[in-house]
Structures are given as C-alpha cells and as structure tokens.
C-alpha cells in the first residue's frame, strides 16, 4: 500500500510519463518536413571528422552526429532522434526538479506544458544542433545541486563536475552558467554547504573532461576566442537591449507568466529560500547577455529550473481544482495556435497561409517571420533555412554529370558557406558527387591545402563573380536557386574552366586566414 505521499509521487510520475510520451510524438511528426536546416548540415557533416573540438562548437555534436549515421542512417529523420530523445529528457528532469522543490501533481503537469508548449522551447528543441544539448547539461546541472541541497550527499556534487564538464564539451555557454550557480551558491547560506575538497574534486572532474578541447583549442590557436569575436562584431553589436529583454516576455507566451512566478518565488519566497542560488544564476546569466548583446535564445537552457519553480509556486498559490484547471487552460491555449509556427507539424501549404493570416490580422507575431535582416518574411528564418538543399545538389549533380568521365576525374565542387557546403556533402553519395571544398566554418580545417583542378564547380551566394577573370580562363553561371521559400533563393551555380596558376596562392592565403578565425 502507498501512502499519501508514496501516491502522490506516483501519480506524478505517471503525469510525467504522458508527457514525455507526448513530447516524443511531436518531435517525431514534425521530424519529416521540411528538410535538413542548414546547421544540421554543418553538425552532420562533423561527425565524418571526428576530433575534440570545431572552429565554432565544441566536439560533443560531432560524436553524436558519427553515432546518428552509424545506428539510424542519414534520414532527416535520422538527424533528428537525439534532439528528440533530449527534448523528451528535459521535460522529465523539469518534472523530476519541481518534485525535488516539493511540487505536487499539478506543479508536475503545469511545469511539463510550458516545457511542452512554450514556443521557445519547442523551436528549438527538434534539430540537430548544440542547443537542446545544452539546455539539457543546464537542466541536469540545476537538478544536481539543488539533490545536493536536499540530500548533502556528495555524490551529487561529483555528478555536477561531470555535468559541467560535458557540458563544455557540448556548448562554451555551459561556462557561463557553472558560473553563475557557483557564485549565486556562494551569496546564499547555502555556502556553508560547500566544503574545500569536495568542490576540488567537482572542479578538478569537469576540469579533466574539457581538458581534451582545450588542448585542441590551443594547438588550432584559440578558435573559439576568434568566432566569438567575428560574432560578437557581424551579429551580436546589433542586438538591442531592449529588444533582448521583450524577447524574453515573448518566447514563451502565456507560459511566461509561469517562469516569472517561478523566479519571484526562488528569489523571494521561504519554501524555495534553500534554492534561491538558481534564481540568482539566472539573473547573473541574464545580465551578461544584455550586456553582452547576447541573442534572445542563448537564454533559453535557463527556463526549465524557473518553469519548475513557477509550476510549485503557482499550485502553492492556487488551491482551488477549477481555477488550476481555467489558469492552465488559458496559457495553454493560446500556445497550441502557436505550435504550427514554431515545430513543422503542418504541410508547407497549410504553414504559409497561418504565417500570412497572422501576419495580416496578429501583427504582435511579426516577430517570428522577421529575419536577421530585420524585415518580415513568408516563413520563420528557421523553416526557410530548411528549403533548396536538395534543389543545389541535383542542379550542382547535372553539371558535374554532364562532362565527360576524363573531365569529371579532374573536377571539384567548391562552395562559398557552411550550409551550401554541408548540403552537397549531405547529398554527395545520393547524386554521386566528389565531396564539397569550403573554407567556411569548421570545413576550413580539411579544406586541402591547394586546389588542381581543370573544372570547379563554383556554389556562390555572389551572382556577380566578375573578380575571377583574371584568375580563370572561363566561367559561366550553369544553375540558380529557385525555390521561393529558401534563404538560399538566388544562390548561383558556375563552370569554371582552367583555373590559372595565380588561384592557388589567393586560395591559399584565405584559407590560413579563415583557419585563424
């Protein structure tokens, strides 16, 4: 027999299972369409050069990108079964913290809708990239300590350095936020709950684990210090504060109510006083991506800890059955009309003609089709990053195959970005084609290191690439992009024949330059 408690943590359980189950049923409807994005593109393309880290990530996403292709094949949907499968972890860790805050059935249950309807969350939990990842080491590292707190078992402060360690191996952010735990720990009276040579071992643990990357880091001189630097200068200078900050209060809906509450009662109230540090981290991280003109997103690995204590708050605060009932009706409904434009569970047709009746009638959601050139599109950045791949690599696959075998032993495919790049070596084996040259992004680092060809076959974002004449006997634009919903519309595709002695070193130089960034 179970007693009170026993039931209500088994019932919660059950709750959490259902929603878990749930999260996975939408991660694998939306897992078809549209097509690979162009970061899934690059992140795939690492697994087929392992090593310990990547011009601007760090190796974690490489290694699951070889054992995706090894054990599930090179599907879309292939791509897409760890972000599932860690979308579906977090929102059991979400629920697994707000029992540990001492939340019940209904904190459960609301906590695991805002981790499965909140418009942030959703976006980016469902490609294959670091994102998820990290959000779920912050996740973990949060539900570490605060059973640390719980329990003062020390082997929770060892799972934290192991935590924090893959974490860096996962996302650099991971740095940041170990950080600010540390230091949001050691301005409440849960200090006196560390002890020196615990903490050395946690340290010295997550210390040991990146160690490998920073080795790598040093011998490929610093690349992360030079990718956060050219972010910092082309992306970041251009995001406003205040922007940053109504991002914020939007990526999650009504759901934000949730997280507000959640971190007033870390902050302010009794029954959470023992986790206040995870409020102050929040905070800390908070203050140094305004400051630092961080992108709205790079905050979201903090939400699943304030969702958590928002869901505990908010049952603390609300005893009555009917009104718990009508306030997580009214914060989820508005987000399920919201899904379709966040996760690709719709057909394109369907897709477009919400995003145009929300664009004529909801103008307060603009924000989701305006693009990093600041202005309104048909689609979200996101879903047009998913469209012409496979357009350029049949186009880029009739050129090559429409010279002769001798002409084609003596031919190379050369591209101006990591997405155009990633494609065609995402698509090489299907249209049998020689594996993409590129010297952006992490491609630059096995780039050869001169390029003997006849024929190139030239991918460029440029429709104007007048510049090459004195360095090629000819050229001629051979294909165009089309499709009107790709980012990539108007990328051309070129013959270039003979390229003269004069190429290689201008190569040559770009490529040590572009290595050192």
């Not at 996302?171 to 200090?191: C, D, E, N, S």
């Not at 010297?439 to 030239?458: C, G, H, Q, T, V």
Request: contains cysteine; hydrophobic residues 50%.
């Amino acid at each position: 027999m179970y007693n009170p408690s026993q039931k209500a943590y088994y019932n919660s359980k059950i709750i959490l299972l259902l929603l878990v189950a749930l999260k996975l049923f939408l991660n694998f409807l939306a897992a078809p369409h549209y097509g690979f994005h162009r970061d899934e593109l690059l992140h795939l393309a690492l697994g087929d050069h392992l090593g310990w880290g990547y011009m601007e990530v760090p190796p974690v996403v490489g290694w699951l990108a070889r054992i995706t292709t090894a054990v599930f094949g090179s599907s879309l949907v292939a791509a897409r079964v760890f972000p599932a499968i860690a979308s579906a972890l977090m929102l059991w860790f979400t629920g697994l913290l707000t029992i540990e805050l001492g939340g019940g059935r209904f904190a459960v249950l609301l906590a695991g809708l805002c981790m499965l309807f909140s418009p942030g969350m959703v976006a980016s939990c469902y490609l294959f990239q670091p994102v998820v990842f990290d959000q779920l080491w912050w996740l973990l590292a949060t539900w570490a300590l605060v059973k640390y707190v719980n329990t003062n078992q020390v082997n929770y402060l060892y799972g934290l350095g192991l935590i924090v360690g893959i974490g860096l191996l996962t996302k650099y952010t991971m740095a940041f936020f170990a950080g600010a735990l540390l230091v949001g720990f050691v301005l409440t009276p849960q200090r006196k709950l560390l002890t020196v040579k615990p903490i050395i071992i946690t340290i010295l643990i997550a210390s040991v684990i990146f160690l490998p990357n920073i080795i790598w880091q040093y011998e490929h001189h610093w690349p992360v210090v030079a990718h956060m630097d050219k972010l910092q200068r082309y992306q970041l200078d251009y995001v406003k504060p205040s922007d940053f900050i109504l991002q914020q209060l939007l990526l999650h809906g009504l759901f934000g109510l949730v997280w507000i509450i959640g971190l007033g009662f870390l902050l302010f109230s009794k029954k959470l006083r023992p986790y206040q540090f995870a409020g102050l981290a929040y905070l800390l991280v908070f203050a140094f991506l305004l400051f630092k003109h961080g992108k709205a997103y790079y905050l979201l690995a903090g939400y699943p800890m304030l969702f958590a204590a928002g869901g505990c708050g908010i049952a603390w605060l609300v005893h009555n059955y009917t009104w718990r009932i009508v306030l997580a009706a009214v914060c989820l409904i508005p987000n399920l009309l919201l899904l379709p434009l966040v996760l690709p569970i719709l057909p394109i047709r369907q897709t477009l003609s919400l995003f145009r009746y929300n664009h004529q009638h909801l103008p307060l959601l603009d924000f989701t089709i305006t693009w990093e050139d600041q202005k309104p599109h048909a689609l979200t950045q996101d879903y047009a990053d998913m469209y012409g791949w496979d357009e350029m690599a049949a186009k880029v696959s009739a050129t090559y195959h429409s010279l002769t075998p001798e002409q084609q032993r003596h031919t190379l495919v050369y591209a101006d970005t990591y997405g155009e790049a990633g494609a065609l070596h995402q698509y090489r084996h299907q249209y049998h084609l020689p594996d993409v040259i590129c010297m952006n992004s992490s491609f630059a680092l096995w780039a050869p290191e001169s390029l003997k060809a006849d024929y190139i076959i030239y991918v460029s974002d440029d429709n104007d690439i007048s510049d090459l004449n004195s360095l090629v006997e000819s050229y001629r634009r051979v294909g165009i992009i089309d499709n009107p919903l790709a980012r990539e519309k108007g990328v051309g595709i070129f013959l270039i024949a003979h390229p003269k002695p004069a190429l290689t070193p201008l190569y040559q130089k770009n490529l040590r330059k572009n290595r050192l960034e």
